[in-house]
């Protein structure tokens, strides 16, 4: 609701802490061997729907800052390029999640373990570590709406990347590094 409510300071605030509890959470249940089934389900289920609650949010913020109400009053809101950026990077967002799927139902594990480049390219693909700070930046130097579109074409990106790796390990049937 901060982020929709154009509060970006009170929304960032909000916005680290749980990125910063998020992390140490499981963390802590990792090394104390206190994690559960549902606390994984949970805990992924999370990170997998919020996004694109902030990326609504978001685009909100940047055209209604001063209500909500006003998003469901405006007929023209349908027109503004942000709006369309915003079902965009959602449908981007789906579609990222199908791919990273496929693999999953082949391999039974995560794209990003496949191979070493894998595993590096995750430190720069679209993901809300990667897009928290770009839109802070963007915010802050009065770039939001930029930003947002660079944040859309970034995603259209990793569904490229994700895209093209899938059919590429597909296509030569390899066989995921630490497996026999």
Same mark, same amino acid.
């Given at each position: 609701?901060?982020?929709?409510?154009?509060?970006?300071?009170?929304?960032?605030?909000?916005?680290?802490?749980? =990125?910063?509890?998020?992390?140490?959470?499981?963390?802590?249940?990792?090394? !104390?061997? !206190?994690?559960?089934?549902?606390?994984?389900?949970?805990?992924?289920?999370?990170?997998?729907?919020?996004?694109?609650?902030?990326? +609504?949010?978001?685009?909100?913020?940047?055209?209604?800052?001063? =209500?909500?109400? *006003?998003?469901?009053?405006?007929?023209?809101? +349908?027109?503004?390029?942000?709006?369309?950026?915003?079902?965009?990077?959602?449908?981007?967002?789906?579609?990222?999640?199908?791919?990273?799927?496929?693999?999953?139902?082949?391999?039974?594990?995560?794209?990003?373990?496949?191979?070493?480049?894998?595993? *590096?390219?995750? *430190?720069?693909? *679209?993901?809300?570590?990667?897009?928290?700070?770009?839109?802070?930046?963007?915010?802050?130097?009065?770039?939001?709406?930029?930003?947002?579109?660079?944040?859309?074409?970034?995603?259209?990106? !990793?569904?490229?990347?994700?895209?093209?790796? !899938?059919?590429?390990?597909?296509?030569?049937?390899?066989?995921?590094?630490?497996?026999?």
């Amino acid at each position: 609701p901060c982020f929709a409510l154009g509060w970006w300071a009170w929304g960032f605030v909000l916005a680290y802490v749980m =990125s910063v509890l998020d992390s140490v959470d499981g963390k802590v249940a990792r090394l !104390t061997f !206190t994690s559960s089934a549902l606390g994984n389900v949970l805990d992924h289920g999370l990170d997998i729907v919020h996004p694109p609650f902030w990326y +609504a949010a978001w685009a909100i913020g940047l055209t209604h800052p001063s =209500s909500l109400a *006003a998003v469901w009053q405006d007929p023209g809101i +349908a027109r503004d390029p942000l709006f369309t950026a915003a079902i965009l990077l959602l449908a981007l967002y789906v579609a990222d999640r199908l791919v990273l799927a496929v693999y999953k139902a082949r391999y039974k594990r995560g794209l990003h373990a496949h191979a070493p480049i894998d595993a *590096a390219v995750r *430190a720069v693909i *679209a993901r809300r570590n990667i897009f928290l700070p770009l839109f802070l930046a963007g915010v802050v130097l009065g770039l939001g709406r930029e930003t947002f579109w660079l944040i859309v074409a970034w995603q259209a990106a !990793t569904v490229g990347w994700h895209a093209a790796r !899938t059919v590429w390990i597909l296509a030569r049937r390899e066989v995921p590094r630490g497996v026999v």
